[in-house]
């Protein structure tokens, strides 16, 4: 099974903002299917801390770049500790995404160590202080295809 699919584009005509001038561009397109996306959910008032710097340039190591979700709204919901009750925590989140493409089963398995080694370092640090102290902390993992145009 191939992993990744190409679409040759056809030269198309295209007038760029130089008066009288025409230019000649193709878009080629290609279908990645091997791609993960990794999501972490990272509370706002922590974003800035060492710790978390720290574990942001080790995920810049995993893939060739990141997008980052600023100013996004966590909703939680935890039980409380004697009461049936839910308790919600609202709070500000960044969503750090990074997308690793030509991945294979074995890679899959050495990252997510990896990245389970880098949140437990963080989450060391950051237990050193009540203000920055996470009980938990979410990543997701999500097999995606990956479709990109390209301009020739």
């Known amino acids: 099974m191939t992993t990744k ?45 060492k ?3 720290d574990f942001r340039a080790k995920l810049g190591k995993i893939s060739i770049g990141a997008t980052i979700f600023k ?7 935890f039980p409380k500790m004697r ?3 839910e308790q919600e925590v609202v709070e500000d989140t960044h969503i750090y995404r990074l997308i690793k493409g ?3 089963d074995e890679e899959k398995i050495i990252i997510r160590a990896q990245l389970r080694n880098y949140i437990e370092e963080m ?17 997701t993992e999500t097999v ?3 479709n990109r145009a390209m301009l020739k």
């Open 51 to 53: 710790a978390v710097k």
């Open 83 to 85: 009461k049936e009750e």
């Open 144 to 146: 995606i295809f990956n």
């Open 102 to 104: 030509e991945i294979h």
């Open 5 to 49: 699919d190409y679409f040759p584009g056809s030269p198309k005509q295209t007038n760029p903002l130089v008066p009288g001038k025409t230019a000649t561009v193709t878009i080629d397109q290609e279908c990645d299917k091997d791609v993960v996306q990794y999501e972490f959910y990272i509370p706002a008032k922590i974003w800035d801390h």
């Open 71 to 77: 100013g996004t709204i966590g909703i939680w919901k």
């Open 123 to 139: 989450m060391l640090k950051l237990s050193e202080w009540d203000e920055s102290k996470q009980q938990e902390f979410l990543f």
